[in-house]
């Protein structure tokens, strides 16, 4: 059964809800190539967000004043322009994101970054996949782990993550397989622990997301011969309880080119804001509640068991 028979089965239809976030996908170059990655995101890639559509972002975000600005991609650091971005959003939303593998921080030439996100109050995501070495680098590649342990001990070291500095570190893990996440409180209590003891290194809260079944991680998903087993895994957990939360009812995603999306996933399937092309330039005011949201089968990623957002699980 589709995603979308799935919904209907269950009296269900997928609307927009009142918009709160304008997240920007700055384009698919990244320093890592890992493997559960949705969008083949890596070294390779060149697609990169030009000067031209970092002021119409930030144009953009003047206009309409989003409550949150998040900042993705790839590897969002090696975006010539990201300072100036950051910058010149901070004061223009309640709450600017920046969402980091950790490594590209570490780069000698990046190294002055941390600083600017300081400067300018940004919430820093990081994604760390487990607590131990071995799982970190099978997912990531090797030497990964010590990098971002480093990293991780360089942002503690500014303010991020510790009490009553106001200067969020939140950490994100994703499975290192074809199964689901473990629940997001007993998987914080864990991180929270093991950094703590081993590392002295403090967080504010740990997002658990489900990997979806799209690009790189499709790729292994096929070769592993896992592909068919986890999409019924997905299928079967679905929790209709998760779809008032899913993100794609209060996000709006802005590929590197400038085109729109209800969220990341459809930008990576080329499923278009209200099924069509529009550019953030057009952008006028934010969308209507009560729009239908385009959806594909990968959808169940979002709704199964817990449910998987930006924001971590949705169901407790």
Not at 95 to 104: F, H, P
Request: with cysteine.
């Amino acid at each position: 059964m589709t995603f979308k028979e799935t919904l209907a089965q269950n009296g269900i239809e997928l609307l927009r809800d009142v918009t709160t976030t304008l997240q920007v996908n700055v384009g698919l170059t990244c320093d890592l190539a890992c493997r559960h990655c949705h969008q083949e995101a890596g070294p390779t890639r060149h697609e990169m967000m030009t000067p031209e559509t970092v002021a119409e972002v930030i144009a953009c975000a003047a206009r309409i004043r989003f409550d949150t600005l998040d900042l993705t991609g790839g590897a969002p650091e090696l975006l010539p322009d990201l300072p100036h971005l950051v910058s010149a959003v901070a004061p223009l939303a309640n709450r600017v994101i920046v969402r980091t593998n950790l490594v590209a921080l570490a780069r000698p030439e990046l190294q002055h970054l941390p600083e600017i996100y300081r400067t300018n109050r940004v919430a820093i995501v990081a994604s760390l996949p487990a607590t131990n070495q071995q799982q970190t680098d099978a997912l990531r590649g090797s030497g990964v782990w010590q990098k971002s342990i480093a990293m991780l001990k360089v942002l503690n070291g500014l303010g991020y993550g510790r009490q009553d500095s106001g200067l969020t570190l939140d950490l994100v893990s994703n499975p290192a397989g074809a199964f689901l996440p473990p629940g997001q409180a007993e998987a914080e209590r864990r991180f929270r622990r093991d950094l703590e003891q081993k590392h002295g290194i403090t967080f504010n809260s740990l997002l658990t997301l489900t990997n979806v079944p799209l690009g790189r991680f499709r790729t292994w998903l096929e070769s592993s011969g896992n592909l068919q087993a986890y999409l019924e895994k997905l299928e079967g957990s679905f929790n209709p309880g998760t779809v008032p939360g899913l993100m794609c009812r209060s996000f709006i995603s802005v590929d590197w080119n400038g085109f729109l999306y209800d969220c990341d996933f459809n930008l990576v399937t080329g499923l278009h804001h209200r099924g069509k092309r529009m550019h953030i330039s057009e952008l006028r005011e934010l969308p209507e509640p009560g729009i239908p949201i385009p959806v594909g089968d990968y959808c169940f990623a979002c709704t199964a068991g817990a449910g998987s957002t930006c924001g971590g699980s949705i169901a407790a």
